[in-house]
Structure formats: C-alpha cells, structure tokens
C-alpha cells in the first residue's frame, strides 16, 4: 500500500540522499511517483526504499544508471534487490570490470615501480666497455642471476687508498687518501632497500646481499664504542647515489654520513669484488680498517651484517694502538 504525503526532502533524508540526487534519479527514469492533484509529487514507502536501493548501490561502485534490475526486483515484490537473475549478473558484469581495472591499475603500478627504481638506481649500472675491462667484469647473463664481477679483498691490506672524492650525505666530499692519521672504519655494502623501492628480483635469494640495513643499525648502535675504542670516524659506502642514501641515513638516525661511489671508482683503484644483479653493478659486503692511508685490515666475506659491527669494535679493542699514532 502506497503511503501518500511524503515529500522530496523527506524522501532524501530517509534515503541519506541529497533533493538533488532524487531529481537526478527521477530524469533517468528510476522513480515514477504519483501526481496529486495540485501536481505535486507524491512519494510513498516503496520511493523510499527505491532511493535508498540506489545509494548502496552507489557505495559499491554500481551507477544509478544501472540499478534498474534492482529496482524492479524489489517493485516485483521481492523482500532483497538481488534476489533477482538480473541482479546477480549485473554484480558479475561489475566484477569482471573491476578486475580489468585492478590488471590495469597493477601493470601500471608495475611499470612505475621499474621507472623508479631505475631512476632510484640511475647509475649503478656500470656497463661500459671500458669499466668492464678494467674491473676484470663479466656482461650480466641473460637471466640477471648474481655473477661475480671479479676482484679480491685478500690483496688489501698494506694498500694505499686513492687519491679519490666522494660525494658524502653531509654535502660535503670526502678524500680517500686524507682520512687522517687515526683508523678509519669504512663499511662497504650493496645496496640498502627503501619503503619507497623494491629492491632487485631475486634479493633475498643472494648470498650475502641481506642485511644491509641491519648492519647500518649494528654500526649506528655501536658507534660511541666504535670510536672509543679508537676509531677515527665511521662511514658507510656504496654504489647508490648520495639523495638515495641520505633517506637511510635520515630514517636510521645515522651518526655518521654515507659514501656514494656510483661509478665504482674504488673497485678500479683497489680491485674491490662486485658482482651484478637485475642490470645491477653492486659492491660486495666488505669492511675496510684505514691507517695512515693504508689499508690495515679488511673484513671479507660478512656472513652476519647484523653482528658484524660487533666484530668490527672487538677487532679495534684487541689491536689498540700506540698513544702516538691514535
């Protein structure tokens, strides 16, 4: 039975609707109210329920547009909208299309993702054919797995340090053949993830090449002890480029900046070991101990980047030096 009387803004407001939107719904043909006799609207219970119908349509993502198998499953006398043949292929033709968006909208995620981390990374990838000469590299193979570019860290020690600026996260570059006359710890790793790149494919599966961000933490919490136990200064370095560290070191709360050696110039004036991943050029985990401008001892392979830290502060407390070359 039709209930007569109610007017369009109580219709609205039952159906949490604006006046507006009932209108809108009247011109598409999806109310039909009675007309009194004066010409005014004459809304009921069943209008009512219609508009509401609309709205919860609305919030799942189906159109006022086509909400007409639901409206006349409920005007059939049915007790739910979708109780209704209709009804149901109507949500599966909403579903299919959502899922055509969601493929869309993940193979767009997808190739921003590439392009960001490709700018993120913008060269690491040191591929020329000179560079591959002198570091003694291999081409990455087809299917981008982790090969050994080559290089040694058992020749380090007694080395001197290059002549070499690096740009640092401070601003500022540092020389690595002016470190000074104290030791100097340098951390070398691969590459440290962030919450805004995914890392290469494959990372987690690599010897060795997790923990970068551990180990960062292990050097950070032990840092006061590092240079108490006669540590010059600390620094972390590798091929990633100073803007990309400089979120690390703001998000870990490092007391001690990073080194950026994007073009791996160390790994040619040392012979340093890398290996390359996913189109990667990528140092391998290793901790150098600097006196003096040599290399006094070197820390390879790291098979524990989370205690390694420790390693580091035990080795500097079981071999002090003298008083004079502190």
Known sequence: MVVTGIRIGEVARRAGVTTKAVRYYESLGLLDPARLANGYRNYGEHDVRL??????????????????????????????????????????????????????????????????????????????ADTVRQAGAHPAPADDSPTPDGGSAEQLPGTRMPDLPLRDTDGGTVRLDALGAG?????????????????????????????????????????????????????????????????????LDLPFPMLSDPTHNLARALGLPTFRVDGLRLYERLTLIVHEGLVEHVFHPISAPREHAGQVLSWLRENTLPRNQI
Not at 56 to 85: K, W
């Open 51 to 128: 508009v509401r119908q609309i709205r919860e349509l609305g919030e799942l993502g189906i159109p006022a547009g086509r909400s007409r198998p639901f409206l006349d499953c409920l005007t059939a006398g049915h007790g739910h909208a979708d109780d209704c043949p209709a009804s149901l292929a109507t949500y599966r033709d909403a579903i299919d299309e959502l899922t055509h968006r969601i493929d869309e909208l993940t193979n767009r995620r997808a190739a921003l993702r590439e392009q960001l981390a490709r700018a993120a990374h913008r060269g690491d990838a040191d591929s020329s």
């Open 183 to 251: 030791r100097t710890v340098i951390y070398v790793y691969p590459l440290t993830g962030s919450p805004r790149v995914d890392l290469p494919d494959g990372w987690d599966t690599i010897p060795g090449a997790r923990g970068c961000t551990a180990e960062a933490c292990g050097f950070r919490d032990h840092h006061r002890e590092l240079l108490t136990a006669g540590a010059a200064g600390v620094f972390g370095l590798s091929s990633q480029h100073s803007e990309y560290q400089r979120e690390l070191v703001e998000r």
